[in-house]
Nanobody
Framework: QVQLVESGGGLVQAGGSLRLSCAAS????????MGWYRQAPGKQRELVAT???????NTADSMKGRFTISRDNTRNTVYLQMNSLKPEDTAVYYC?????????WGQGTQVTVSS
């Protein structure tokens, strides 16, 4: 039974930084893909970034150069380092992991960036 435990969300001023973590507790294998999505009020959920088990990353254009995704396979944890945050980054951020037929979502963590 795998549970995705997210942490690191909160309130930060524009231009600041925040680091999100998502630990796949109870997992016994490395997930093929781990990543982050976000959803702002009134908007659809969008991709933030993903990282494969081999280390290949994919980051949304609006976040390239500011957000960096990484993973620690020994801890089955995926991270999202967010720098130069903008008010437009305010959203609920969701952890996501995929492996074959498995597709799991975290409960979401709020990130609020003030002007």
């Amino acid at each position: 039974q795998v549970q995705l435990v997210e942490s690191g969300g909160g309130l930060v001023q524009a231009g600041g930084s925040l680091r999100l973590s998502c630990a796949a507790s109870g997992s016994i294998f490395r997930f093929n893909v781990m990543g982050w999505y976000r959803q702002a009020p009134g908007k659809q959920r969008e991709l933030v970034a993903t990282v494969t088990s081999g280390g290949s990353t994919n980051t949304a254009d609006s976040m390239k150069g500011r957000f960096t995704i990484s993973r620690d396979n020994t801890r089955n944890t995926v991270y999202l380092q967010m720098n130069s945050l903008k008010p437009e980054d305010t959203a609920v951020y969701y952890c996501n992991v995929k492996h074959n037929n498995i597709n799991l979502w975290g409960q979401g963590t709020q990130v609020t960036v003030s002007s």
